[in-house]
């Protein structure tokens, strides 16, 4: 009988330090599985890091391949033009004739001087990337200033409040990408002859509103590879910057387009 | 010879072994300190087990072997809570409440010293001492988990040589805690020692894995600075 009950004292040990180790062990498994979870989410945050690495590489280099195709078609169409034509001129020119020579030159002078400025023009262009040094306000007034030289648009930029605080570039190369887009977009396919762009400093973040009086389009009709080149783009865009847009259209009555992101 | 190697012995020179064999050319003196910490241990508990057998001969001339485990207290608290701060400055400023803690166990250990002397144990202070690596051990888990810095705890020293100290410690301390009613389930043998037993098989095999990792990481490290 004695020996039942030792058999049964020694049995229960295992279980009293059981019992006595339980808390300290919970403790100890909660840790490992919060590790864990720690683990995982540095994981995800490397990952995302990566992704918006590479989504900047690639907005850089669309701003630098936008700057090329806007420098190559103005080569072509503008200051090509013009020298040619100076060309023409000064080639016309018959030494004899000394008063009909002067306005020749005068004109060649005059063609002259309009393709210096629009080289000016142009440098100024392929400092693009640079202007962004110099804030988002001037890059964006640098494409508005662009779009109204071709004299098909009427550009009203606004800049509401002001920019406290410091600079994101990130962020600022982001959302003139984003800007370039929409305005591409506008100058392609909308057919709008006016074009409002407000860019407001509010406490929490960076509002940009572009409003334009063209065809507009129904959101849900457009094709799904259509939105994936565009609309989708700037949504991924603004996403990754922890923005938000808002796209309001309507056929026949313009496009309005609000952006808020976060800043800086 | 062999009468000195108990279970608990065991498992002691064992670990002893173990953390001469990883720590002895290990960078850190805190961590170097524990193979002395160790060694007091198994020559303690051996002189232990000699003492009792004298006692046992001899109850009227030989006092019972409580007042080594009384010295030793003061090395636990002092080899352990250097470790703790170690670990712990880490994270965060240790030295206050590590120092606090210690200076807490010294007036406790002299108060008991001075009323019943150096051959009864020093139950509250050891209790408290307990109590307070409990403590530290939970803190040290909770600054873990506060930390943004991933560490993988599998192999991390830290972790299992904490591990270690909050399993016994918390275990002792729920037996102490419940050492009368532990008692009276068989009065004739204290209950208690069976679950210390048990208690020292987890804390020396968590330290000895711990040491193991430290000099894992140790020889990563030498072949990185290669």
Same mark, same amino acid.
């Given at each position: 009988?004695?020996?039942?009950?030792?058999?049964?004292?020694?049995?229960?040990?295992?279980?009293?330090?059981?019992?006595?180790?339980?808390?300290?062990?919970?403790?100890?498994?909660?840790?490992?599985?919060?590790?864990?979870?720690?683990?995982?989410?540095?994981?995800?945050?490397?990952?995302?890091?990566?992704?918006?690495?590479?989504?900047?590489?690639?907005?850089?280099?669309?701003?630098?391949?936008?700057?090329?195709?806007?420098?190559?078609?103005?080569?072509?169409?503008?200051?090509?033009?013009?020298?040619?034509?100076?060309?023409?001129?000064?080639?016309?020119?018959?030494?004899?004739?000394?008063?009909?020579?002067?306005?020749?030159?005068?004109?060649?002078?005059?063609?002259?001087?309009?393709?210096?400025?629009?080289?000016?023009?142009?440098?100024?262009?392929?400092?693009?990337?640079?202007?962004?040094?110099?804030?988002?306000?001037?890059?964006?007034?640098?494409?508005?200033?662009?779009?109204?030289?071709?004299?098909?648009?009427?550009?009203?930029?606004?800049?509401?409040?002001?920019?406290?605080?410091?600079?994101?570039?990130?962020?600022?190369?982001?959302?003139?990408?984003?800007?370039?887009?929409?305005?591409?977009?506008?100058?392609?396919?909308?057919?709008?002859?006016?074009?409002?762009?407000?860019?407001?400093?509010?406490?929490?973040?960076?509002?940009?509103?572009?409003?334009?009086?063209?065809?507009?389009?129904?959101?849900?009709?457009?094709?799904?590879?259509?939105?994936?080149?565009?609309?989708?783009?700037?949504?991924?865009?603004?996403?990754?910057?922890?923005?938000?847009?808002?796209?309001?259209?309507?056929?026949?009555?313009?496009?309005?387009?609000?952006?808020?992101?976060?800043?800086? | 010879?062999?009468?000195?190697?108990?279970?608990?012995?065991?498992?002691?020179?064992?670990?002893?072994?173990?953390?001469?064999?990883? #720590?002895?050319?290990?960078?850190?003196?805190?961590?170097?300190?524990?193979?002395?910490?160790?060694?007091?241990?198994?020559?303690?508990?051996?002189?232990?087990?000699?003492?009792?057998?004298?006692?046992?001969?001899?109850?009227?001339?030989?006092?019972?072997?409580?007042? #080594?485990?009384?010295?030793?207290?003061?090395?636990?608290?002092?080899?352990?809570?250097?470790?703790?701060?170690?670990?712990?400055?880490?994270?965060?400023?240790?030295?206050?409440?590590?120092?606090?803690?210690?200076?807490?166990?010294?007036?406790?250990?002299?108060?008991?010293?001075?009323?019943?002397?150096?051959?009864?144990?020093?139950?509250?202070?050891?209790?408290?001492?307990?109590?307070?690596?409990?403590?530290?051990?939970?803190?040290?888990?909770?600054? #873990?988990?506060?930390?943004?810095?991933?560490?993988?705890?599998?192999?991390?020293?830290?972790?299992?040589?904490?591990?270690?100290? #909050?399993?016994?410690?918390?275990?002792?301390?729920?037996?102490?805690?419940?050492?009368?009613?532990?008692?009276?389930?068989?009065?004739?043998?204290?209950?208690?020692?069976?679950?210390?037993?048990?208690?020292?098989?987890?804390?020396?095999?968590?330290?000895?894995?711990?040491?193991?990792?430290?000099?894992?990481?140790?020889?990563?490290?030498?072949?990185?600075?290669?």
């Amino acid at each position: 009988m004695q020996k039942m009950a030792d058999i049964n004292l020694e049995s229960s040990i295992p279980i009293i330090t059981l019992i006595f180790l339980i808390a300290p062990a919970f403790v100890l498994l909660y840790v490992l599985v919060q590790n864990r979870k720690k683990k995982k989410h540095i994981e995800e945050k490397t990952q995302m890091k990566v992704i918006f690495d590479a989504e900047l590489i690639k907005t850089q280099m669309e701003i630098q391949e936008q700057t090329m195709q806007t420098i190559g078609a103005d080569l072509h169409d503008n200051i090509g033009q013009l020298l040619s034509l100076t060309s023409l001129t000064l080639n016309s020119i018959e030494l004899d004739c000394t008063d009909k020579a002067r306005q020749k030159i005068d004109a060649a002078i005059e063609l002259n001087l309009k393709s210096i400025k629009e080289m000016r023009l142009l440098g100024r262009l392929l400092h693009g990337e640079q202007l962004l040094k110099l804030g988002l306000e001037e890059a964006i007034r640098s494409e508005v200033t662009w779009i109204e030289k071709s004299g098909r648009f009427v550009v009203v930029y606004d800049i509401d409040g002001e920019k406290c605080g410091d600079s994101n570039a990130d962020k600022d190369l982001i959302l003139f990408r984003i800007t370039q887009e929409i305005l591409n977009n506008i100058i392609k396919h909308s057919q709008a002859n006016e074009i409002n762009i407000k860019l407001g400093y509010l406490d929490t973040g960076i509002r940009l509103q572009i409003i334009d009086n063209g065809t507009g389009f129904n959101i849900g009709d457009l094709p799904e590879a259509q939105k994936g080149m565009g609309l989708k783009n700037i949504q991924k865009r603004a996403e990754i910057v922890g923005g938000e847009v808002f796209i309001q259209s309507t056929p026949g009555e313009g496009t309005f387009i609000d952006i808020f992101i976060p800043y800086p | 010879m062999l009468r000195y190697f108990t279970l608990n012995t065991t498992v002691e020179t064992l670990s002893f072994v173990i953390a001469f064999v990883c #720590l002895a050319r290990d960078a850190s003196p805190v961590w170097r300190r524990m193979i002395l910490f160790l060694f007091i241990t198994c020559v303690t508990e051996m002189l232990g087990i000699h003492i009792k057998r004298l006692y046992l001969a001899d109850r009227v001339h030989v006092h019972p072997n409580v007042w #080594l485990y009384n010295i030793l207290l003061i090395f636990q608290a002092g080899f352990i809570s250097s470790m703790f701060l170690l670990i712990l400055n880490k994270y965060t400023n240790g030295k206050l409440i590590i120092i606090s803690g210690l200076a807490l166990l010294g007036v406790l250990y002299v108060f008991e010293l001075l009323s019943h002397g150096i051959f009864a144990y020093n139950n509250i202070t050891n209790t408290l001492m307990s109590v307070l690596f409990v403590l530290y051990s939970y803190y040290y888990y909770y600054c #873990l988990l506060k930390n943004d810095k991933y560490v993988n705890l599998t192999f991390s020293p830290d972790f299992w040589w904490i591990a270690g100290a #909050l399993l016994f410690y918390f275990g002792r301390t729920a037996c102490n805690v419940f050492f009368d009613i532990l008692s009276l389930l068989k009065p004739d043998i204290v209950i208690t020692y069976p679950i210390y037993k048990v208690l020292n098989i987890i804390l020396y095999s968590y330290w000895s894995y711990s040491f193991m990792c430290r000099k894992w990481l140790i020889s990563t490290s030498k072949v990185q600075f290669q």
